[in-house]
C-alpha cells in the first residue's frame, strides 16, 4: 500500500518503522562483495570530488556509480566503516529505502537486504535518513512525513 506526499508515492509501512541500523550486527555488510558500486547523483559526484579531490573514485555503468575494489567491496570501504561517512552518497544514507522510478512516476521503498540487521529505535527510519531525504525533496520533506506518520499513528 502506498500513499501520495509530494508527488511521491511512499510504502505506507515506512512511516511506522522506528528502526535503524545495527552496525554491530551487519558490520556494514550493504556497502561489501556487491560489486556494481553504489549509484550516484551529481551533487554526490560534486561533493566528493571537492572533499577528496580526486575523479577516479567513480564510473559509469547504467548511470555514474562508485568504484568497487576486484572483491566487490566499496572502494571508500576502511574495514566495516565508511572512511567518507560525513560526505557520503544519499543512496547510502537512504539505504534500505530505495528510490525507483517508473512510468514518470517515484516510489521511495522499504527493500532491505537479506544481511540487514536493525534494531529498535524511538526515532522514525525517515529521521535517521532525513539528510539524504531533505537534500533531495526540500528542508519540509521529513518533517511532514513525521506529522503525517504521528497522524496515522493515531488512528
Ligand atoms: S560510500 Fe561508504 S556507505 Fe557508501 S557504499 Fe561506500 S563504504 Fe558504504
Ligand atoms: S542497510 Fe542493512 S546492511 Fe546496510 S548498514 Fe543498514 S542494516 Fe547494515
Given at each position: 500500500m502506498f500513499l501520495i506526499y509530494k508527488n511521491t508515492y511512499i510504502q505506507k509501512k515506512i512511516l511506522s518503522l522506528k528502526i535503524e541500523c545495527d552496525y554491530n550486527k551487519c558490520k556494514?555488510?550493504?556497502?561489501k562483495g556487491e560489486g556494481l558500486g553504489t549509484p550516484l547523483n551529481l551533487k554526490d559526484i560534486e561533493r566528493i570530488s571537492e572533499a577528496t579531490s580526486k575523479d577516479?573514485?567513480?564510473h559509469y555503468f547504467r548511470g555514474p556509480r562508485l568504484v568497487c575494489e576486484k572483491n566487490g567491496d566499496c572502494s571508500f570501504l576502511n574495514g566495516?566503516?565508511?572512511?567518507?561517512?560525513?560526505?557520503k552518497p544519499d543512496f547510502c544514507i537512504l539505504f534500505p529505502l530505495q528510490i525507483e522510478r517508473k512510468n514518470g512516476l517515484e516510489y521511495i521503498l522499504f527493500n532491505p537486504y537479506e544481511k540487514c540487521k536493525f534494531k529498535d529505535s524511538?526515532?522514525?527510519l525517515i529521521e535517521h535518513v532525513s539528510k539524504a531525504l531533505n537534500r533531495l525533496y526540500g528542508n519540509d520533506f521529513v518533517p511532514g512525513l513525521i506529522k503525517l506518520a504521528g497522524s496515522l499513528e493515531n488512528v
Open positions: 556494514g555488510a550493504c556497502c577516479s573514485f567513480y566495516d566503516l565508511c572512511s567518507i561517512n560525513d560526505i524511538d526515532k522514525f
